[in-house]
């Protein structure tokens, strides 16, 4: 079993930075591929990135050279650093992490809103 627990997001404007952390609890982290995620209301949750346990990247292409993911290939935990945010940006976002070697495993973060004003 494993839990995510997400913290970070909140209210900033357009052009700035925010940090979001996801903290993995389980076991076995390094079989976990990481993933942020996001959502708008009428819309389907978007992949922003992903980062494996022997560190292979996947970005999508509108965060790239904006959003950084950090990894801690210890325990699991993951960073999304976001620079140069755009109104575009406000979503609800997720972490997720997904057994790699079994995509049908997967698990969720709670969510946590991040909101860009112009």
């Known amino acids: 079993q494993v839990q995510l627990v997400e913290s970070g997001g909140g209210l900033v404007q357009a052009g700035g930075s925010l940090r979001l952390s996801c903290e993995f609890y389980?076991?076995?982290?390094?079989?976990?591929?990481m993933g942020w995620y996001r959502q708008t209301p009428g819309k389907q949750r978007e992949v922003i990135g992903t980062v494996t346990g022997t560190g292979s990247y996947y970005y999508k292409d509108s965060v790239k050279g904006r959003f950084t993911i950090s990894r801690n290939f210890l325990n699991g935990s993951t960073v999304l650093q976001m620079t140069n945010l755009s109104p575009d940006d406000t979503a609800l976002y997720y972490c997720?992490?997904?057994?790699?070697?079994?995509?049908?495993?997967?698990?969720w973060g709670q969510g946590t809103q991040v909101t860009v004003s112009s």
């Open positions: 997720h992490a997904r057994y790699t070697s079994a995509p049908h495993l997967f698990y």
């Open positions: 389980g076991t076995m982290s390094s079989a976990y591929t």
